[in-house]
């Protein structure tokens, strides 16, 4: 495992970056990008060579993908480390806001594309946490695997989606502070709530209800 350093907090909450290109949007859903943005958003400071190890890519090439995602926002030079032998890079601690008008095909495709990445990364997390879960102490062992298809409005979808952000939110801004408290561990939650396709609309008003 790679030493890591840690970037202190931004003195104040930057602008969010905004994406509203579907261009930038399918660039951005690149695999190795994907898993630095992941690793930096941890408040870890990591170098190319750090990054490559994550990535499974050379050095050079995370390099560019690190120059990439500092062209759009994500990432940032952190100061050179006592040893100045390599560059490290941090997250900027900035926001993301994504803009896409999904109405389009081409903005559909976009982010579809940034959806799939997410959560192929997040399946292979959750596969290998249930493959080798023999081996993890027993408090951690039963990780929550689960979901739900629920009969909803499109208001109460929205309720639900709100509750779920409500929950995640005081965690997300101790992590953004850089907190760690003791006994913590990196854990991936993810929130889907989506409604199914409609195939065929009149299943969905000819349904019984109770």
């Known amino acids: 495992m790679p030493k890591t350093h840690r970037q202190p907090p931004p003195p104040q909450e930057a602008p969010a970056v905004r994406v509203a290109e ?3 949007i399918r660039a951005l859903a690149h695999p190795a990008r994907i898993a630095i943005i992941n690793a930096l958003a941890t408040g870890e400071e990591l170098t190319a060579t750090q990054c490559a ?3 499974g890519l050379s050095p050079s090439a995370t390099a560019y993908h690190l120059t990439f995602l500092e062209r759009y926002g994500f990432a940032e030079s952190a ?8 560059r490290p890079w941090r997250a900027t601690g900035r926001r993301t806001s994504v ?3 999904t109405s389009t095909p081409a903005g559909a495709a976009a982010a579809a594309s940034v959806a799939a990445a997410y959560f192929d990364t997040t399946r292979a997390i959750a596969v290998e946490f249930t493959e080798l879960a023999h081996a993890e102490p027993e ?5 929550a695997l ?3 298809d ?3 409005t499109a208001k ?3 309720e639900v989606a709100d509750a779920l952000q409500a929950v995640l939110e005081p965690y997300r801004r101790r992590s953004r502070r850089g907190k760690r408290p003791a006994g913590t561990r990196r854990v991936r939650v993810m929130n889907v709530v989506v409604p199914h396709r409609r195939v065929h609309r009149e299943l969905d008003d000819q349904t019984p209800r109770s």
Do not use: C, I, S, V
Not at 139 to 143: A, H, L, V
């Open 156 to 158: 109460e979808m929205q």
């Open 139 to 143: 408090e951690w062992r039963d990780g």
């Open 22 to 24: 579907p261009r930038n």
């Open 146 to 148: 689960n979901n739900a």
């Open 79 to 86: 100061p050179l480390r006592p040893d100045r032998r390599e």
């Open 99 to 101: 803009e896409l008008d």
């Open 53 to 55: 190890e994550l990535t």
């Open 150 to 152: 629920l009969w909803l």
